[in-house]
């Protein structure tokens, strides 16, 4: 069972709609990501939350916005998307950012299933 | 930037057969990690390497991490049905964790 829960497990929007996938955990962990990934494909790094501060963020186009209200929240707002955006997202998390010292196990969640239509 | 393939991309085996799965780094890694991803899951950890020439092993399960720190192995000995899914190999490297192509091994009784 994972400790990193994310919501909606599934989700189907139009083009035009405004929706957001959540993410939440509870190890007092203080990064966070989000990744994509598509069918038979590793995941991808999107963007990257350390100490509730944007770290990395990979040339993702803005209709994906991501947002981290506290240490134990993350959002990603998604806005006028496009089909090819029709994946798996997953968030993570880790005890502290990528580059710190080794034993930085990066803990996934279940992940949101988004179909955009 | 920074690529981590992994060969084979696909395998087939019987039950009982050994799994080899070969990871490769374009820049050497401060450590690496291995997932596992069963058909519609999510990557879960398995193990991390961190020192050059380290070799760990779960049960079946025997990772290795090379000496340059740039390539990595997971061996599975006697293979089972359980062992069905995607194996991702992922490197630490400035400041991301970048995933490996993958080996999905798909294993028949």
């Known amino acids: 069972d994972t400790e990193v829960t994310q919501t909606p497990k599934h989700l189907v929007m139009g083009m035009t709609n405004k929706k957001s996938l959540k993410c939440e955990q509870h190890m007092g962990h203080r990064a966070m990501y989000w990744y994509k990934q598509k069918a038979k494909k590793p995941p991808e790094l999107m963007f990257v939350y350390s100490y509730e501060k944007l770290s990395i963020n990979e040339s993702v186009p803005s209709r994906f916005s991501p947002e981290c209200p506290n240490s134990s929240l993350l959002n990603l707002h998604l806005h006028a998307l496009q089909p090819e955006d029709s994946a798996l997202y997953l968030c993570?998390?880790?005890?502290?950012?990528?580059?710190?010292?080794?034993?930085?196990?990066?803990?996934f969640g279940e992940g949101s299933w988004l179909t955009v239509v | 930037g920074q690529q981590v393939m992994q060969i084979p991309q696909y395998q087939h085996v019987q039950e009982g057969e050994d799994f080899t799965t070969y990871c490769n780094s374009s820049?050497?890694?401060?450590?690496i990690q291995w997932y596992k991803q069963r058909p519609g899951g999510h990557p879960v950890f398995l193990i991390q390497l961190v020192k050059s020439g380290e070799v760990k092993k779960q049960k079946r399960l025997t990772f290795q991490f090379g000496e340059a720190k740039k390539n990595s192995s997971l061996h599975i000995t006697a293979t089972q049905t359980t062992d069905v899914g995607t194996y991702f190999c992922a490197g630490l490297g400035f400041q991301k964790l970048v995933f490996g192509t993958g080996t999905r091994l798909l294993v028949s009784p």
């Open positions: 993570a998390s880790s005890q502290d950012h990528p580059g710190a010292a080794s034993g930085n196990t990066i803990y």
């Open positions: 820049t050497t890694l401060s450590n």
